[in-house]
Each structure stands twice: as C-alpha cells, then as structure tokens.
C-alpha cells in the first residue's frame, strides 16, 4: 500500500501549543513551506497597543537552521508576520484569518481557514501563502500603504481587490478580498 502523497508548496498550519507553560512560549506551533523551503511557524496572540481587536503575531524559522543560530533582531522584519480576524468574512469559503509575512525580503499574504480534526481534538488553522502583489516593493518586500490605497481607489467594480486563492488544480475557484 502506497503512502499519499500531498503538495505542500505554499501551504502551512498552526496548531495549539499544548505545551505552553510561560508567556515567552508560542500559543500556537506549525509548520508551512513557502518555495521549497520548510519553516518551524510560531504564534503568539497579541493586544494592539492603540486599542483593537487582537491578533496573531508570527515568527518563522527555517527548518534545517541549526538550533543555535541568532534569532532576527525585533526590528528585523525578516521571517515575522501577523494574522487577523478578517471582519470581511461573509461566506464559508473566505478565510477566518487574513495576514502577511515576510520571507527572504519577499512579502507574502497569508489567508487561515479555521478547521476540524478528522479524529478527536482541537481545531487547527490551515494557512494559504500567496506572493504579495501590488502593494509590495521589490527592495525590502515591506508593504506600501500608498500603493495600496492607490489600487483601492483604481479599482474597478467587479474585479477582484487582491488575487484569489489558487486551487490544488492551479484554478481559481472563488473570490477573496484581502482586507488590508
């Protein structure tokens, strides 16, 4: 009997960490892989400073790092992210969590389905990453707010604000709005 075989390539998951016993510690742990490479995610739930709703700080680290290779600096944008509640979400098939990270100066959007275990336990995120577009510049890959509201405002009616989530077939089956 053959073992299935699944294609992970942009693709990731956060689980509970269960075994979170200070606040230093992640509340969620996964893993994704983003152009072949395959990263160790962590999150953290965090408050805004200014007020708002929380969200989920990430911090990415390449699996085949060695264990004690530097962490980035805190300014360091590099392999860090965020996911939030997407407030836009008013069918099933939008994400619950919408975000961006950014890997190697590269922008990355990341859309999260909440989702059941097949057997007994906690729910899971399953992630999404799609290359940012648009909003992204090429020299530090950190998102340009004026481009971004450029293209909001360019828009036209009908046409999706964001690209869509690619199918496992390479198709686009359902269109998503990215709220940020």
């Given amino acids: 009997m053959s073992e299935k075989q699944y294609n992970n390539e942009l693709r990731g998951v956060l689980f509970t960490n269960d075994r979170r016993e200070t606040d230093g510690h992640p509340h969620y742990q996964g893993n994704c892989e983003v152009e072949g490479v395959s990263y160790w995610l962590s999150g953290w739930i965090q408050q805004p400073k200014k007020g708002g709703d929380d969200f989920v700080s990430l911090a990415l680290r390449r699996k085949d790092a060695p264990k004690d290779a530097p962490r980035p600096a805190k300014d360091d944008l590099n392999l860090r992210g ?99």
Avoid: H, M
Avoid at 107 to 117: D, H, L, R, T
């Fill in 82 to 180: 965020a996911l939030f509640v997407n407030d836009r979400k008013d069918t099933p098939e939008k994400p619950d969590y919408t975000g961006r990270c950014q890997i190697a100066d590269v922008q990355w959007w990341i859309n999260g389905w909440i989702k059941a275990p097949r057997d007994a336990g906690d729910d899971f995120i399953s992630l999404v990453f799609e290359r940012a577009v648009g909003g992204a510049t090429r020299s530090t890959g950190r998102l340009d707010a004026r481009a971004l509201l450029a293209k909001a405002r360019s828009r036209v009616p009908g046409q999706p604000n964001q690209p869509t989530q690619p199918t496992a077939a390479g198709k686009n089956d359902f269109n998503d709005d990215i709220p940020f």
